[in-house]
């Protein structure tokens, strides 16, 4: 399978459960390596922009709102088949559906408070790295040599 790249983020109830470290293990143990990390307080502009797709959406205020509440991780993960690696490492969006081992499942709280972001296709994966990170940033490691 090809190397890929994908966005994560660390959602604000994440950060604040002290839970970044516990995050990012569950990533390493499945060979998903970060290739950029950056801590950041999102603005409301660039959180509408990031979830532009979700516009129209009864939910987007809120969403919006939460993840401008506090402090997120954003990263960019790297690894063989990265984008769905990292989605089932994750786990359904709603914690409730989320299977056992996953980060939703074992940490989140609820649909809006849940934990971690993924970018769900690989176009979008280019389109959500490029939004967080301009390419010098990103970081290679030894198999892209
Ligand atoms: P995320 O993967 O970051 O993409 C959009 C987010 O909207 C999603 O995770 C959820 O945290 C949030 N959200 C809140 N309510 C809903 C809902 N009813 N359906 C889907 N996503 C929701």
Redesign the pocket.
Known sequence: MAIERTLSIIKPDGVEKGIIGKVIARFEEKGLKPVAIRLAQLSKAEAEGF?AV?KARP?FA??VKFMTSGPVVLMVLEGEGAVAKNREIMGA?DPAKAAPGTIRKDFATN??K?TV??SDSPENAKIEVSYFFPEVQIHAYEWKK
């Open positions: 979830y979700h939910f809120d969403l969006t649909i809006e849940n972001h993924g």
